[in-house]
């Protein structure tokens, strides 16, 4: 097929969001030669060769100007992970975004996650799946993408949205796959994992989710109007996808499972494992995402899970590495390390952990 790309008199791309998935997505657009610009709070994650923009996207003026001059705009901002936050903040951004990109006629890509969807049918999940949210923060993403449709349909804006699940891959600092299970698996310790890891669930490598977005940014215009499910790699068990960073890491990481009842009192103490605790069901059922209208559009499927593994570990490495050092050097003076005492401690930091952790859009997922 053709390229399907917009005119070379394209000017600029703003970027609002540099976290995991905006900085990649940033990086990609640089390299094929566009101007970008990044809008966030602070310069952090913004690649060289983009123009920042620091500011507040719940401003209405600071949406104005940051996207002045822009041919489209990509929406990657993700509150933090809490309910309280989603309701406050994403109808904010979204608003801001769709009056700022639509008052200039900019196209208008948003990332959203897939916690509107509930996978009880047993159906592959693809972009007709009917909305059935089973929590407060899928209730709210509901609602935005309702929005983002309708403001489509009234002509406020030309808008497109790109769909994923649940992130790993390099900068995924705000997944499950990030510095409690990386540090826990770089010891030789077992990482804790709350949801069931024995189901298939579709994950998204960060950088395909990122190149989708430029994709459904650049593409004529015929894209717009939808939703389209980024492209993924086949479902598998989470257990077949930690055995992959195994392989690639060159020794055994362990799963610490925490059972349902134990996670649920955690959250009492712990908002965040509260927030984590409400969004297990989406493993208790196969979760599979059909990306194949993606695929026959652009001709482009996902990375190969050996090599997103690859790269993610040596991400990890680079990110978590000092405390492998500390733990072979542990090692040959002391021993075999402690096992940790209980899985309620390790629930407990994971919460507190994560917290701490930048998020871009998506869920544990998505941004």
Same mark, same amino acid.
């Given at each position: ?78 509150? &933090? ?23 200039? *006629? ?83 310790? &077992? ?25 459904? *940014? ?103 590495g000092k405390g492998l050092a500390r733990y072979d050097k542990e090692q040959a003076r002391y021993g075999k390390p402690q096992e940790p005492a209980s ?7 994971? *919460? ?16």
């Amino acid at each position: 097929m053709g390229d399907g790309r917009l005119s070379e008199t394209v000017s600029l791309h703003v970027v609002f969001g540099a976290g995991q998935v905006g900085s990649h997505l940033a990086e990609y657009l640089l390299a094929g030669g566009k101007r970008v610009r990044v809008a966030k709070r602070t310069p952090s994650g913004i690649p060289e060769g983009a123009e920042p923009m620091l500011g507040d996207a719940t401003d209405p003026s600071f949406c104005r100007r940051a996207v002045s001059g822009a041919s489209v705009v990509y929406h990657c901002m993700n509150p &933090p992970y809490s309910a309280q936050a989603w309701e406050e903040l994403m109808p904010r951004h979204l608003h801001n975004l769709v009056a700022a990109a639509g008052g200039k *006629g900019a196209r208008l890509v948003v990332l959203e996650n897939l916690y509107m969807l509930d996978p009880g049918s047993g159906e592959p999940l693809h972009e007709r799946t009917p909305f059935d949210p089973r929590s407060r923060k899928g209730e709210i993403q509901a609602r935005m993408a309702r929005a983002l449709c309708e403001a489509h349909e009234r002509g406020d804006v030309r808008a497109v949205s790109g769909r994923a699940s649940d992130f790993y891959g390099p900068r995924g600092s705000g997944t499950y796959f990030a510095d409690l299970f990386w540090s826990a698996a770089l010891r030789g310790l &077992p990482s804790p994992f709350p949801p069931n890891p024995d189901t298939p669930h579709t994950y998204h490598y960060i950088p395909d989710v990122a190149k989708g977005l430029e994709l459904l *940014g650049t593409a004529p215009d015929d894209v717009t109007g939808r939703s389209w499910m980024l492209p993924c790699a086949p479902a598998e068990p989470t257990r077949a996808l930690v055995a992959r960073f195994s392989e690639a890491l060159g020794r055994d990481i362990r799963l610490l499972g925490l059972p349902r009842p134990l996670v649920k009192a955690t959250g009492l103490i712990v908002p965040f494992v509260r927030e984590i605790e409400e969004m297990l069901h989406q493993w208790d059922a196969p979760f599979v995402v059909d990306d194949s209208r993606f695929r026959e559009r652009f001709g482009v499927a996902a990375r190969d899970p050996d090599e997103g593994a690859r790269r993610t570990v040596a991400w990890a490495l680079a990110r978590y590495g000092k405390g492998l050092a500390r733990y072979d050097k542990e090692q040959a003076r002391y021993g075999k390390p402690q096992e940790p005492a209980s899985p309620g401690q390790e629930s407990a930091s994971r *919460g507190q952990d994560s917290a701490s952790g930048e998020r871009d859009r998506a869920s544990t997922n998505t941004g």
